[in-house]
């Protein structure tokens, strides 16, 4: 036998071997790929079904048009470059029902302020009316080249300027500012420094909408807790005054968190009697 030959069994058992090994790495990457596509499908479903049903709730709405017109401001678009009027004709495919006298506006007290609309029927939020209700507390955007609906991997609040989620936030919270009518209220937290903060949604963008034309006061209710640090008398709260335009009345009180969530519970104690 020439030299060599005792070799060619051998590497005919390594070709096998790495052809075998080759072909089962390509099909655990084909298993990987279907499994994360029906991840996402399932996914991208889920917050549809989401969003269609919270949107079911309300009544008197064309909900696959109000998701059309929703998914039209970022499928398809790099996640931060969704500037806040992508959303408009999801705005007027979901347009807000008059609610003077009624509407509640605030900062960083949303467990407290929810908690209470939700016990009370009384006032609203803009997570309570179709257009923030459908997407409150869900994180969603598209990608470029993509007709899905993407709810992992998105960009955070800060990541981008003009993000998916905090471009609608914006829009939405503009629309819900220009219908501002009558006697407007705010809950705002008396357990920070700075309970108008500049940098917030309520004083970047609410309260500059407010106009006197339609809304006659702004009655801000400070939540208190026994740790309160802040009371009406915040430099932060004089800053609010100084932006509301002439002719809209202010008035500020400071209201314990306990007592907040002891009167929503309260059937027989009228709202407004609250504070």
């Known amino acids: 036998m020439e030299r060599g030959e005792y070799g060619a069994p051998e590497k005919r058992r ?24 029906l991840t ?22 064309d909900c696959e048009k109000v998701w059309g017109a929703f998914e039209e401001a970022y499928v398809g678009r790099d996640p931060c470059k969704v500037p806040p009027e992508a959303y408009d004709p999801f ?20 467990h407290v302020v929810h908690d209470f609309t939700e016990k009370k029927d009384c006032f609203i939020t803009v997570e309570d009316t179709l257009m923030g209700n459908v997407v409150d507390g869900l994180t969603w955007c598209g990608k470029e080249g993509s007709s899905e609906t993407f709810t992992t991997g998105c960009p955070g609040w800060t990541d981008c ?29 008396g357990s920070i420094n700075t309970p108008f903060h500049p940098k917030s949604i309520f004083a ?39 932006e509301l335009a002439e002719g809209i009345k202010y008035s500020c009180k400071e209201v314990a968190e306990t007592q907040i969530q002891e009167c ?12």
């Open 91 to 110: 705005i007027a495919a979901a347009p807000l029902k008059p609610a003077c006298n009624r509407m509640m506006f605030w900062s960083k007290t949303k």
């Open 161 to 189: 300027e003009n993000n998916t989620v905090r471009s609608f936030w914006n829009r939405v919270s503009t629309a819900f500012a220009d219908a501002a009518c009558g006697d407007v209220s705010a809950m705002l937290n």
């Open 264 to 275: 929503g519970s309260n059937p027989d104690i009228a709202c407004r009697a609250c504070w």
């Open 40 to 61: 996402l499908r399932k996914n991208t479903d889920t917050f549809t079904s989401t969003f269609t049903a919270r949107c079911e709730k309300f009544g008197g709405y």
């Open 14 to 37: 390594r070709r096998r071997c790495l052809i075998l090994t080759v072909v089962a790495v390509l099909l655990l990457v084909v298993i990987i790929a279907i499994v994360l596509g």
């Open 204 to 242: 970047s963008i609410e309260v500059k909408r407010f106009q006197p034309s339609t809304v006659k006061s702004l009655n801000v209710v400070l939540v208190t807790q026994k740790s309160a640090v802040t009371n009406c008398t915040n430099a932060s709260l004089k800053d609010l005054q100084k």
